[in-house]
């Protein structure tokens, strides 16, 4: 295959990689923006190919240079793009590195035409590509697995193998003749080929397996409170038993419904949110913490020390008798809540057993007037918290 071939093929893929990008974008409004601005790197890209085909036709080295610089802008739309799924840009970079690109073509474009385009236009790609694999690496998205690994490496040997045309085939073109320029040549279109394949649809995949993952989450997560569901919680629940942990709290939040009837379900909704948030505060990250029922709670705690569960269960129960929430008036409300805890015995029962023991607990509670803690198969505490 000659080097035009090599360049219509490239230019090929990166026309289908902007299409299927921005075809992508219809579907994932959350990527929209970013999945746009990979899109435009690659239309650029391949309209930079196009040019640097014909660049011969236009006059001394302003085809060299046109094609040069609008490819290293695609290179950036590239950066620019990747960085954006991590709330990131490049912009000052972008410009300042397509600026001192630019600049060498007007001050030695005309003298070493050759040279710029043989060795060191090379450089300034595999310093977007460099950036690009190191901003991958870098990425804190929790969901992006083997994409994003993929996509490291391919940005990676991208910019390594630019990295050596600018630094190390001078070296060899000087050794062993300038013949082998060709040769590199259709070596550097077919790893550009691959380039334009690969990463574009690893990205794809990256976009894709995080909106996977969002779904994931939202069907486990209860879209009031933003704790684990009730799903959610019998799973991870029962896992965390599996794996040693045996406190399980019953929660209940205390005349719920005269909250609701007196101030609305909207002032409801802000106690709920409010208890969420002073039992995940109380709790911390490590515990199972769920919403399983209209105004019930549940959560498992990752150890067996009862004297601790009960200590953070009590913890619960004062905080939230001194949580203030509003109703649409602006009024206060305080609400109360009753917590059953079951403990583990040496038969090491599961989920299921636990919380219905604990249930027992939360009722015992309840009918002592609320406002506390009842250990399962213990006496009613007669300590509240006013």
Not at 83 to 96: C, N, V
Not at 138 to 165: C, E, L, T
Request: proline share 2%.
């Amino acid at each position: 295959m000659d080097l035009i071939t090599f360049y219509f093929l490239a230019i090929g893929t990166l026309l289908a990689s902007c299409g299927l990008t921005y075809w992508e974008h219809r579907t994932q409004q959350r990527r929209s923006r970013e999945l746009k601005i990979l899109a435009a790197g690659y239309l650029t890209l391949a309209v930079g190919c196009t040019a640097a085909s014909f660049r011969h036709d236009l006059p001394g080295a302003l085809g060299s240079a046109l094609s040069n610089v609008v490819i290293e802008a695609g290179y950036l739309l590239v950066l620019h793009g990747v960085a954006a799924l991590s709330g990131r840009h490049y912009r000052g970079f972008s410009i300042g590195l397509g600026g001192v690109l630019a600049l060498v073509w007007i001050v030695g474009g005309a003298r070493w035409q050759d040279a710029i385009w043989n060795f060191a236009s090379a450089l300034p790609i595999a310093i977007a590509s460099g950036m690009t694999a190191r901003e991958l690496a870098k990425s804190d998205g929790n969901h992006w697995g083997q994409a994003r690994r993929i996509a490291v490496i391919v940005s990676g040997v991208h910019g390594v193998f630019y990295a050596a045309r600018a630094c190390v085939l001078p070296w060899v073109a000087a050794s062993f003749g300038p013949h082998l320029l060709p040769v590199v040549g259709k070596i550097t279109m077919y790893e550009g080929v691959l380039y334009s394949v690969i990463l574009p649809m690893t990205l794809l995949r990256l976009v894709r397996d995080e909106a996977h993952a969002e779904l994931l989450r939202e069907s486990t997560t209860d879209y009031l409170t933003g704790l684990g569901n009730r799903r959610w919680f019998f799973e991870e629940g029962a896992r965390a038993i599996r794996e040693g942990a045996a406190c399980v709290l019953a929660i209940d939040l205390d005349q719920f419904k005269t909250i609701n009837d007196r101030h609305g379900h909207h002032a409801g909704d802000e106690v709920l949110k409010s208890f969420a948030r002073v039992a995940r505060s109380v709790l911390g990250r490590d515990a199972v913490l769920a919403r399983i029922g209209g105004e019930e709670f549940a959560a498992v705690l990752l150890h067996r020390d009862g004297q601790r569960a009960r200590a953070l269960g009590d913890a619960i129960v004062g905080r939230f008798a001194h949580a203030v929430s509003f109703d649409a008036d602006a009024a206060q409300i305080r609400a109360t809540v009753s917590i059953g805890l079951a403990l583990s015995d040496a038969d090491g029962a599961a989920l299921p057993e636990l919380l219905a023991s604990a249930d027992r607990a939360l009722y015992a509670a309840k009918s002592a007037g609320g406002n506390r803690l009842v250990v399962a198969g213990e006496a009613v505490a007669s300590v509240t918290f006013a």
